[in-house]
């Protein structure tokens, strides 16, 4: 005897049998009603991101980046050293195709627009990717599930735009999910093959570093449930490899690290699982997640009578359930993040993805109706009214809720370019700056905070090379500056050797390392004041001490390898010594550098 179950088509439900190697039930044609959901919630994540647009100051350390690009001067944030300061290599590729292409100085803007777009996409195939996998299911229709609880997320309508890459964390972690069950679907499962969907799944690590975790925990899915000789999974393998690893050997050769510069700054590597758990108590706390999480597991309980799932559907919701709980680990074990979700949202997203979507069953219908109208009272109370208890500011663990508050800062609704950000204060300090660069200065100035239009310049000393401008918002600042200025983050972002300076006790992510003077006097400063000393600057001992150790050594090829002329015998060196480079750290004291280095 053979068992049969129902599926939903376009004609109304048909009998499908299933069997260990059958081929899944393909999902049917939408009904008008689906379609009308999932228009809504699509519209619902454009509306929502819309009225919250806005683009932080990281967004414009990679506007910067664009606007040297097309200048020529390679993908740095000041010429002259190359070090890598945007996170996402292909948000960068992006963002610079559509300043190319888009008339005017539109960076800003087209980060809003891509941003939005690329969150709806993925919304959109993490709910037909959901929808599909329980397409063999007797159900009356498919209704977004998951979707909505990432619609009423507040953190969720902040980074849709942002200028950051987290847009486009969303559509690809959507489009991977839903190319992963459509390949399950086509009942032949041939070793490596589809080629694009290797691709797609091997970009993970170009749209963030720490994608690769998912990414490899996906491929490795893919791999063995894939059907056919090892030599063709192995072919499918390296087809995911060929863009993150050429992307790495340039990385390694042009930069001369294993990763970004960012995240060496950050101390990617350093475990803080206490502050990272405190972080996701940020999270999960103010906005309740937990009851989400617990209508989700109750509503695939109720459909578990219903579900006609082989064990190979299965793996794939285990494999995305586990990348989506490594990822969120990996983030705990880092230390989290100085914006409120920002880095634990892609793994939220992942995690619904499953559950985007799903179908109100014939034989639970009330069940399934009074799960998703619970899901739909904490979807309305969290959009209204659960918020962090800093909303517009920062915790006292250095959290903040970074668009409020720069919306404050700014004193606009929507702050997107860099007028919006600016005001004249920004604006009359960085055009006087400029105008030092434009008339031939030599000196080394100071960001001001907070800064008004008849601030003063904050001028530290004489430099050795034109204007340098150290700043504490290396975005805002960095943007504003003209591209013959050098500018470089006082927090180690942008410059690289205050990225490797040792780091002190956890504070603040991203901005525990704090440019010490005398290193910034002996990369930059004039000559003299490691001769003589110099009232308000550290003494000339403790300046010549760090010139002398940036002199020696290792240290010494540090700086050869960022700033040297790029021969192919430089890249070669890069290549190489990267690993040993990554993990190099430098004393704060400049006479224990001189010491270990000369």
């Known amino acids: 005897m053979s068992s049969t179950t129902q599926h939903l088509t376009a004609d109304g439900p048909t009998e499908a049998t299933p069997g260990p190697h059958a081929r899944p039930p393909a999902p049917g044609r939408m009904s008008t009603v689906e379609r009308a959901l999932y228009a809504a919630v699509l519209l619902g994540v454009l509306v929502a991101g819309w009225a919250r647009r806005w683009t932080s100051d990281d967004a414009f350390i990679n506007f910067r980046v664009v606007e040297n690009l097309l200048a020529g001067n390679g993908p740095v944030f000041s010429a002259g050293e190359r070090t890598e300061v945007a996170t996402s290599a292909a948000w960068l590729a992006v963002l610079t195709v559509a300043e190319a292409v888009v008339p005017g100085d539109a960076v800003a803007w087209s980060s809003v627009v891509l941003g939005l777009a690329l969150t709806a996409t993925g919304v959109l195939f993490a709910m037909l990717g959901a929808r599909r996998l329980f397409a063999g299911t007797a159900a009356r229709l498919s209704v977004p599930f998951g979707a909505v609880v990432f619609l009423a997320l507040p953190p969720a309508w902040d980074f849709t735009t942002s200028g950051l890459e987290t847009g486009m964390s969303f559509a690809w972690l959507g489009t991977s999910f839903w190319a992963l069950v459509r390949w399950m679907q086509s009942g032949q499962r041939c070793a490596g093959r589809p080629l694009w969907l290797f691709v797609l799944l091997g970009l993970g690590p170009l749209v963030r570093p720490d994608f690769a975790l998912v990414a490899g925990i996906l491929l490795l899915w893919l791999t063995v449930a894939s059907v056919g000789p090892w030599w063709r999974r192995l072919l499918g393998l390296f087809a995911a490899g060929v863009l993150p690893v050429a992307y790495q050997v340039f990385r390694m050769g042009y930069y001369g690290l294993l990763v970004p510069n960012t995240a060496v700054a950050k101390e990617s590597s350093r475990p803080l699982w206490g502050r990272g758990t405190d972080y996701l108590v940020d999270l999960v706390g103010p906005h309740l997640l937990w009851v989400p999480g617990l209508l989700l597991v109750a509503m695939l309980v109720a459909l578990l009578p219903a579900l006609t799932w082989r064990a ?86 250095g959290i903040s809720d970074e668009r409020g508050f720069y919306a404050g800062l700014a004193g606009v609704g929507h702050p997107v370019t860099i007028e919006d950000h600016g005001g004249a204060g920004v604006a009359n300090y960085v055009d006087r700056v400029n105008r030092l660069a434009d008339d031939g200065e030599d000196l080394v100035v100071l960001q001001v905070t907070p800064v008004r239009p008849d601030t003063d310049l904050d001028v530290l000393a004489p430099s050795a090379r034109g204007v340098v401008f150290s700043v504490g918002n290396a975005g805002f600042y960095g943007y504003a500056s003209d591209l013959d200025v050098f500018v470089l983050d006082g927090l180690g972002l942008t410059d690289a050797v205050n990225s490797h300076i040792e780091a002190g006790p956890p504070g603040r992510p991203g901005h525990e390392k704090v440019y010490p003077s005398w290193y910034l006097l002996a990369r930059y400063g004039s000559p003299e004041i490691a001769e003589r000393q110099f009232e308000g600057l550290p003494s000339d001992a403790m300046v010549a001490a760090s010139r002398a150790a940036l002199s020696c050594g290792d240290l010494a090829e540090l700086v050869e390898a960022t700033t040297g002329p790029l021969t192919w015998e430089r890249f070669t060196d890069n290549l190489v010594g990267a690993p040993d480079r990554t993990s190099l750290r430098i004393p704060t004291d400049p006479f224990a550098a001189e010491r270990e280095f000369c």
């Open 312 to 397: 190979l559907e299965w793996s794939l919701v285990a494999a995305v359930l586990l990348a989506a709980a490594a990822h969120a680990l990996y983030v705990v074990r880092v230390g989290g993040d100085f914006m409120h979700g920002r880095l634990l949202m892609p793994s939220l997203f992942l995690l619904l993805c499953p559950l985007a979507a799903v179908p109100l069953t014939r034989a639970r219908v009330w069940v399934g109706a009074a799960l998703l109208t619970a899901t739909g009272v904490w979807a309305v109370v969290s959009a209204a009214a659960l918020r962090t208890g800093y909303e517009g500011g920062i915790s006292a663990g």
